[in-house]
């Protein structure tokens, strides 16, 4: 990156909202005036806003009432022009100064920061139904984290160069850009997966055609206007709705499909793959394939742990975002021994938890993030209350008359292998097995092979022998892996985020080993005295 360095970044702080405070007075500002008013979410196509005749209504998932404004959704028309404005803008954007480059996504981190924080804040509270704290670490600082650590971590990849022992020989590594266009799927969960699939390509001088979920497009067409502001050029990120299947149709048949970035279902990503497979010989380029899909992400407990720090991982891990991430605590193993008294904390703290409208800050939960959602966990719910081998303790109810509301749910069953063990639910329910202290090694590999998700899991223990055992049984069943802490809240730049199995390809975002991902190096050789003559040494007389 020449003579252009960037500092060691730190993770943006945390602001706590808490009563009192000059944020929290600012955040409720922010969300009086956005709930006044009504957006429209065009496409953006080569910088241009794109309407089309096909509106749609958004609405919160807390309130069915509250409309956010509308979304215009795009034809398979549409899709090929954000990729021929893609390609058009790479002949640009691939060969400017890196450093300009960069500049624009720092630009943008700090417009989320500052002038963007409450704005983006609010956006996220309203459309995807979180809370401030979950919002604030989502909407704002993971995504702040994503622009400034992705910048540095392109910088050490550039560092990385081939050795020169020989004075007379060059020898470098030139990192380009991929040859065509990446396809960034994003999901509903996170906003800071939404702005770091495209933009993470894109620094590498890459272009892209970004599918947001259809439920969030509230905050996807945030993200897009702060790019904009930030000086992103006409064409590099082109932000696509409509019809997934249409769109797929489009981007996957394309000869100039360079990459997949994705984050969603274990099964849609399959399908793009057996497609892009079926597709190969038509490709340019074998195009880059990397997604996160789903999990199935546990809590291990050995007879030593502390029940009350057991209950609290339980509670924060499978019920905060109404365990809508990718690393929500889903099942659990608890020691006999440990079970009555870690069963009481927990139905106390779940007893204590409000659920309700996220702009009422004394509410931990709040709604799931649509009908489909909602029915799907539903039906997992109804399922365990008509099982002969399981138990509801905790929750069970759903209502959707005003919002998508679902109970923090405990099922506790007495067979590992029982349906909501090992399928991913993606609510606000967890499914304990309880067994038998001295089974300890036998249940951790009955863990290990439960699920055919790897993403997180956590083992508790004070008995360093019992994590050491866990740690080596479990070392394949999850990418991220928690001792003495809930599974989810991994931080950009300390904990990079990724499994593997059925969770995707591991590719650790929020790291180096995602950012390799985006370039193809070119090994350049020079040569500053070339040989003018065809004969060796050994070829000479003796």
């Not at 956005?34 to 089309?52: A, H």
């Not at 969030?216 to 000086?231: F, R």
């Not at 590099?236 to 769109?247: A, K, L």
């Not at 991220?480 to 931080?491: C, L, Q, R």
Request: charged fraction near 20%; proline fraction near 6%.
């Amino acid at each position: 990156m020449g003579n252009y360095r960037i500092p060691q970044p730190v993770n943006e702080p945390v602001y706590s909202y808490a009563p009192g405070s000059p944020e929290r007075d600012k955040l409720k500002a922010a969300l009086a005036e956005m709930k006044s008013k009504q957006i429209e979410v065009p496409l953006v196509i080569d910088g241009k806003e794109i309407r089309t005749d096909k509106k749609v209504k958004m609405t919160a998932p807390h309130d069915h009432n509250l409309v956010l404004g509308y979304a215009y959704h795009g034809s398979k028309k549409d899709i090929q022009a954000a990729i021929d404005s893609a390609l058009k803008a790479q002949k640009t954007w691939a060969v400017m100064p890196v450093e300009q480059r960069v500049a624009i996504f720092l630009r943008a981190a700090d417009l989320l920061a500052g002038p963007y924080r409450y704005i983006m804040n609010a956006a996220t509270m309203l459309a995807h139904s979180k809370s401030p704290y979950q919002a604030e670490i989502d909407g704002v600082c993971e995504l702040v984290d994503f622009f400034r650590f992705n910048a540095y971590y392109m910088q050490m990849i550039s560092d990385i160069q081939p050795i020169n022992p020989d004075p007379l020989i060059w020898n470098r590594i030139d990192y380009r850009p991929l040859e065509g266009f990446i396809f960034a799927v994003t999901p509903f969960n996170f906003v800071s997966i939404n702005g770091n699939l495209p933009t993470a390509p894109a620094l590498w001088g890459n272009v892209a055609v970004w599918k947001p979920a259809r439920s969030v497009l509230y905050t996807s067409h945030i993200i897009m206007q702060i790019l904009m502001e930030a000086g992103l050029p006409p064409g590099v990120i082109n932000f696509v709705t409509g019809n997934s299947s249409e769109i797929s149709e489009v981007v996957l048949n394309n000869e100039n499909l360079a990459g997949i970035h994705f984050t969603g279902s274990t099964a849609v990503f399959q399908g793009m793959w057996k497609t892009i497979g079926a597709n190969i010989a038509k490709y340019k380029t074998y195009p880059r394939i990397v997604g996160e899909t789903g999990g199935k992400d546990f809590i291990f407990v050995h007879q030593s742990s502390n029940p009350s720090q057991v209950a609290t991982a339980i509670t924060r891990g499978a019920f905060e975002y109404q365990g809508q991430k990718c690393s929500a605590a889903s099942r659990a193993y608890i020691p006999k021994s440990l079970w009555p008294q870690t069963k009481e904390i927990m139905l106390k703290q779940i007893g204590q938890i409000k659920m309700g409208d996220p702009c009422d800050f004394s509410n931990f939960m709040n709604a799931v993030i649509d009908k489909s959602a909602f029915d799907s966990i539903k039906e997992y719910i109804d399922y365990a209350k008509s099982a002969s081998d399981a138990e509801i303790i905790a929750g069970g109810n759903c209502d959707d008359s005003k919002g998508y509301y679902i109970d923090a749910t405990v099922i506790v069953t007495s067979n590992p292998k029982f349906k909501t063990m090992q399928e991913e639910i993606f609510g606000p329910v967890i499914t304990i097995h309880v067994y038998d202290d001295a089974d300890y090694e036998k249940t951790l590999h009955l863990c290990d092979e439960t699920s055919p998700y790897a993403l997180t899991g956590a083992i508790f223990a004070t008995d360093r022998n019992a994590v050491e055992t866990a740690q080596k049984i479990l070392r394949n069943a999850a990418g991220n892996f928690y001792i003495n802490d809930k599974p989810t809240g991994a931080v950009v730049g300390q904990q990079p985020f990724g499994g593997a199995r059925a969770s995707g390809t591991n590719d650790k975002a929020g790291a180096l080993h995602n950012m390799i991902r985006w370039t193809s190096p070119r090994a350049i050789k020079e040569n500053l005295l070339p040989p003018s003559d065809f004969k060796y040494p050994f070829m000479g007389q003796a």
